[in-house]
């Protein structure tokens, strides 16, 4: 597959505070578009960069553009959704000489029934030592800590201690649809579907878009963080925090929202401001 030409299609980085971002994510490596630097590349900004979604509980837009995107992750140490990661971590990719294509997927989670719509954003990703193609999956708050080889002969593969699992399969219109599965507290979950067809930034924005003002969204109802570390996954849902383990255990707690700020704060480093975390608390997410 050729990488799309169209400047439409780029990723503005160029524009990019390299040394702020490296600096964020704990970056010390070479700084070249290696098969190694992806793999470090990857695990840092997975386990540096929280997702979360709580400007739109706090009542505020999305932006996309590498500016904002700059302040929030990486000046302000916040963190945020698929779009917002892979925004971000696709200019760098780009500044550093990476070959990359977006892509969408359909999140799943085992669903049986019901289309849903693509609104996970993803990364095909080459390197200038390695003939392979690899998948990044930065923003979806739980893993995988490594590039994913887009390989029918992957399988099942652990990144860290945590397993997922790639299929090659036929979509309903005969075309190749990938499969992601991870394994978890109930067993093994397909997490989402993806087929290779280039996604350009208005593709993206569109999803932004739906994700973070359609009431069929699940990130405009409630608070929700996630925090992945090599040997425990941290969710935080509305007043429910759950604590995951790569063996496939769990433990899951319930708290007061008065308690949200310290919990963000202490267990997902995400701290707010004071008028925030007041605005969080007393929000209308309470009674909906």
Known sequence: MSKPTDPAYHWNGADLDLDGYLARIGFDGERAPTLDTLRKLVHAHTTSIPFENLEIILGRTIPLDLKSLQDKLIRQRRGGYCYEHVGLFAAALERLGFGITALHARVTMGAAEGLRPAT????????????????????????????????????????????????????????????????????????????????????FAVGNHFVSTSPRSPFTTRPYAQRFLPDVHRVVDGTTVVTERPDGT???????????PKILAEEFDIELTEIDAAALVAGAWRTA
């Open 120 to 203: 996970h954003a993803l990364l095909r990703v080459t390197t200038s030592d390695d003939d392979r193609v690899w998948l990044c999956d930065v923003g979806f708050g739980a893993g995988p800590l490594a590039p994913i080889e887009l390989s029918t002969e992957v399988g099942e593969f652990t990144a860290g201690d945590w397993r997922f699992r790639l299929e090659l399969t036929r979509g309903e219109l005969d075309s190749d649809l990938w499969v992601l599965h991870q394994f978890d507290k109930d067993g093994w979950v397909d997490r989402y579907t993806f087929a290779m067809t280039p996604q350009y930034r208005i593709d």
């Open 250 to 260: 769990s433990e899951t707690r319930q708290i007061e929202a008065t308690e949200l």
